[in-house]
């Protein structure tokens, strides 16, 4: 969404609630996505934190890619080597050069003392090595160490202003070193900057450091100035692209899913995190997954849902509870989130080196499509995740137990959108076991456990697509959104920072609820116009438009659309346009809740991008494009 952007523009929608939606609803005859950096898959590699937090040091890091090429892991693609935080010593006075902590990463101290502290040999080496490497930073004044972290001998050293080490007032100075001289192709930028640091915490008071006021509530996105974070943010994309003019690198984005990045990460950087911080729990795995499982529409190749690193190897997903570890890389694998390792690989069992080497999970999380696993069933118990290819022809699909009883599971050929009645080849990517589902097939599941099988067989949509298959293909440019919501079906578990049952208990946060869904309305309800269900299409709210990629492969589009039966029933009327490359091709009249679903069939015969709007006085209703899809 652009319309936080100024507050001239915000005051002028005040006086005129039309007047913004139809200027933002004008075709754009072009794909628009973000599409800088090279993160075409999600990122593959090992980050320090989970293993270390900030008792990192060169050995350590050197341990894990050494390990990372023994195992034959960087051939699968984990090539990332990503320092997190703790490297820096403090920020240099004279100039604000950033000056690294050369006790625990010695090749950074150069041979002439008076010479800058380098990470250049460093760099140099995991790139010999066939690696890439990642360096992390805050997008404040102070990194989260210094809030969070105090016991640790790694912390910035000096006055408040050496002790500045974040990004804000050196984002171009920064961002030089770190890719142009010193060689990284990958950065993390955290939020605690922007967040714990004001004036009147006591923390600021007792260590000296320069306060922020805080641009971030994350208990309150009311409280939080969306457009601020994300003009910080945008300002270090801006200047990353600068300094890497081949676009080799990665931008990740670490807000831990507030300031509404859900409508505006996949615009500015190549990852952005759903949720708070990962902990080795099963129920803190459930929170991350929840905030980015339903988000299909927002990811795609390039952009990409983070629910944080991965925690295998660590408490309930260690080498005793690898039902467990297998089902927390199944889900990430399946939802195309990055795979960051976070484990000492140096002293890594085999039983976990075969988790994160599964190659066909791998391939999975890595196909070219980059379409994100879409949530064909869904209970507190059971859910059920499938993933089209880019092939096309082959499915992945996990079933997944969420919960501690074992549980009986049908899985069907509509789940699937492959043929009924006609054989399909499950195979089963723990175990290589293969079955065959006609119509439907059974399956038992152990507490927690999550069964992955790649489908191969016959489409149900044999001529084309179902747009709800190519979330990937898939730019929603503006989702309708006039108030942001925290998303009440993101998992809440006892806090995980100490365990504590005070106060009221977690709160919902993520600011998703509503946003553009995959065979779901935006909150959550089956697709149905006037009473007709709809097993598949893209619900999403008035006064939206999504760019489809069709890339003249396709000569129809068709839709069944109309006012959700779980929209507003006030009689307020919803105009569907489609346009290809720009040009109009199709529009029904103003339809209203009651209405039959009315069809769109449009020519589309070389278009490039298909553009699809609802239009409506009306902020927020639900409207359905019911059975969207491609032809050839």
Same mark, same amino acid.
């Given at each position: 969404?652009?319309?936080?952007?100024?507050?001239?523009? /915000?005051?002028?929608?005040?006086?005129?609630?039309?007047?913004?939606?139809?200027?933002?609803?004008?075709?754009?005859?072009?794909?628009?996505?973000?599409?800088?950096?090279?993160?075409?898959?999600?990122?593959?590699?090992?980050?320090?934190?989970? /293993?270390?937090?900030?008792?990192?040091?060169? /050995?350590?890091?050197?341990?894990?890619?050494?390990?990372?090429?023994?195992?034959?892991?960087?051939?699968?693609?984990?090539?990332?080597?990503?320092?997190?935080?703790?490297?820096?010593?403090?920020?240099?006075?004279?100039?604000?050069?950033?000056? %690294?902590?050369?006790?625990?990463?010695?090749?950074?101290?150069?041979?002439?003392?008076?010479?800058?502290?380098?990470?250049?040999?460093?760099?140099?080496?995991?790139?010999?090595?066939?690696?890439?490497?990642?360096?992390?930073?805050?997008?404040?004044?102070?990194?989260?160490?210094?809030?969070?972290?105090?016991?640790?001998?790694?912390?910035?050293?000096?006055?408040?202003?050496?002790?500045s080490v974040g990004l804000y007032g050196h984002v171009d100075q920064d961002i030089a070193l770190?890719?142009?001289?010193?060689?990284?192709?990958?950065?993390?930028?955290?939020?605690?900057?922007?967040?714990?640091?004001?004036?009147?915490?006591?923390?600021?008071?007792?260590?000296?450091?320069?306060?922020?006021?805080?641009?971030?509530?994350?208990?309150?996105?009311?409280?939080?100035?969306?457009?601020?974070?994300?003009?910080?943010?945008?300002?270090?994309?801006?200047?990353?692209?600068?300094?890497?003019?081949?676009?080799?690198?990665?931008?990740? %984005?670490?807000?831990?899913?507030?300031?509404?990045?859900?409508?505006?990460?996949?615009?500015?950087?190549?990852?952005?995190?759903?949720?708070?911080?990962?902990?080795?729990?099963?129920?803190?795995?459930?929170?991350?997954?929840?905030?980015?499982?339903?988000?299909?529409?927002?990811?795609?190749?390039? *952009?990409?849902?983070?629910?944080?690193?991965?925690?295998?190897?660590?408490?309930?997903?260690? *080498?005793?509870?690898?039902?467990?570890?297998?089902?927390?890389?199944?889900?990430?694998?399946?939802?195309?989130?990055?795979?960051?390792?976070?484990?000492?690989?140096?002293?890594?069992?085999?039983?976990?080196?075969?988790?994160?080497?599964?190659?066909?999970?791998?391939?999975?999380?890595?196909?070219?499509?980059?379409?994100? *696993?879409?949530?064909?069933?869904?209970?507190?118990?059971?859910?059920?995740?499938?993933?089209?290819?880019?092939?096309?022809?082959?499915?992945?699909?996990?079933?997944?137990?969420?919960?501690?009883?074992?549980?009986?599971?049908?899985?069907?050929?509509?789940?699937?959108?492959?043929?009924?009645?006609?054989? %399909?080849?499950?195979?089963?990517?723990?175990?290589?076991?293969?079955?065959?589902?006609?119509?439907?097939?059974?399956?038992?599941?152990?507490?927690?456990?999550?069964?992955?099988?790649?489908?191969?067989?016959?489409?149900?949509?044999?001529?084309?697509?179902?747009?709800?298959? %190519?979330?990937?293909?898939?730019?929603?440019?503006?989702?309708?959104?006039?108030?942001?919501?925290?998303?009440?079906?993101?998992?809440?578990?006892?806090?995980?920072?100490?365990?504590?049952?005070?106060?009221?208990?977690?709160?919902?946060?993520?600011?998703?609820?509503?946003?553009?869904? *995959?065979?779901?309305?935006?909150?959550?309800?089956?697709?149905?116009?006037?009473?007709?269900?709809?097993?598949?299409?893209?619900?999403?709210?008035?006064?939206?438009?999504?760019?489809?990629?069709?890339?003249?492969?396709?000569?129809?589009?068709?839709?069944?659309?109309?006012?959700?039966?779980?929209?507003?029933?006030?009689?307020?009327?919803?105009?569907?346009?489609?346009?290809?490359?720009?040009?109009?091709?199709?529009?029904?009249?103003?339809?209203?809740?009651?209405?039959?679903?009315?069809?769109?069939?449009?020519?589309?015969?070389?278009?490039?991008?298909?553009?699809?709007?609802?239009?409506? /006085?009306?902020?927020?209703?639900?409207?359905?494009?019911?059975?969207?899809?491609?032809?050839?």
């Open positions: 969404m652009k319309r936080f952007i100024i507050a001239a523009a /915000a005051a002028a929608l005040l006086m005129a609630p039309g007047a913004w939606a139809q200027d933002s609803l004008k075709p754009a005859g072009k794909w628009t996505a973000h599409q800088a950096g090279n993160a075409a898959t999600p990122p593959m590699g090992w980050n320090s934190w989970n /293993a270390f937090r900030t008792e990192v040091d060169e /050995a350590k890091v050197m341990g894990a890619a050494q390990k990372l090429v023994d195992t034959g892991l960087a051939k699968l693609g984990y090539r990332y080597v990503n320092i997190d935080d703790g490297w820096w010593l403090k920020r240099r006075k004279s100039d604000g050069r950033m000056v %690294i902590r050369t006790q625990i990463f010695p090749s950074a101290q150069p041979k002439n003392k008076k010479a800058d502290t380098t990470f250049r040999p460093f760099t140099d080496k995991l790139h010999s090595m066939g690696l890439k490497a990642g360096i992390y930073s805050d997008a404040g004044y102070n990194a989260c160490s210094q809030a969070y972290d105090l016991h640790s001998p790694n912390l910035p050293e000096g006055d408040t202003a050496e002790r770190y890719f142009k001289e010193w060689g990284f192709d990958y950065i993390k930028v955290d939020a605690c900057g922007l967040n714990v640091y004001g004036p009147d915490r006591e923390i600021v008071a007792k260590y000296q450091y320069q306060p922020f006021p805080p641009l971030i509530d994350s208990q309150s996105i009311g409280r939080t100035d969306v457009a601020k974070v994300k003009a910080i943010y945008s300002d270090i994309g801006a200047a990353i692209a600068k300094h890497n003019p081949d676009g080799d690198y990665v931008f990740s %984005i670490c807000n831990w899913g507030t300031s509404d990045v859900r409508s505006w990460g996949n615009e500015v950087g190549n990852l952005w995190r759903t949720s708070g911080d990962i902990t080795p729990t099963w129920s803190r795995m459930l929170h991350t997954f929840d905030s980015a499982s339903t988000r299909a529409l927002y990811a795609r190749p390039g *952009a990409w849902n983070d629910p944080d690193m991965l925690f295998v190897g660590h408490g309930d997903f260690d *080498a005793n509870h690898l039902t467990e570890a297998k089902s927390h890389f199944s889900l990430w694998a399946m939802i195309n989130a990055p795979l960051l390792i976070g484990y000492d690989l140096r002293d890594a069992p085999q039983s976990l080196i075969d988790i994160w080497g599964n190659a066909g999970l791998v391939r999975v999380n890595q196909d070219s499509g980059g379409n994100q *696993a879409v949530l064909v069933h869904d209970t507190d118990d059971v859910q059920i995740f499938v993933k089209t290819l880019s092939d096309s022809n082959t499915k992945a699909v996990a079933i997944f137990n969420r919960g501690v009883a074992d549980a009986e599971v049908t899985l069907t050929a509509e789940h699937l959108k492959l043929a009924d009645g006609q054989d %399909i080849k499950l195979t089963n990517l723990w175990t290589g076991e293969m079955t065959i589902l006609s119509t439907e097939a059974p399956f038992k599941l152990k507490a927690r456990e999550t069964l992955v099988f790649e489908a191969a067989g016959p489409r149900a949509l044999a001529n084309g697509m179902y747009l709800s298959e %190519i979330p990937g293909r898939i730019h929603v440019a503006e989702d309708g959104i006039v108030v942001r919501k925290p998303d009440p079906t993101v998992h809440q578990m006892i806090s995980p920072w100490g365990g504590s049952t005070r106060g009221p208990g977690e709160r919902p946060s993520y600011a998703g609820w509503g946003g553009a869904q *995959a065979d779901s309305t935006p909150y959550g309800q089956v697709l149905q116009i006037s009473g007709q269900k709809f097993g598949s299409g893209i619900g999403v709210l008035s006064n939206s438009r999504m760019e489809v990629k069709a890339g003249k492969a396709f000569t129809r589009f068709e839709a069944s659309v109309g006012v959700d039966d779980s929209g507003r029933t006030d009689g307020q009327g919803v105009k569907f346009i489609v346009y290809g490359d720009g040009r109009k091709l199709g529009e029904t009249g103003e339809l209203v809740y009651g209405t039959a679903a009315v069809a769109l069939s449009v020519d589309i015969t070389g278009v490039e991008v298909v553009e699809l709007v609802a239009k409506s /006085a009306t902020e927020e209703q639900v409207v359905t494009w019911g059975d969207a899809k491609l032809l050839k």
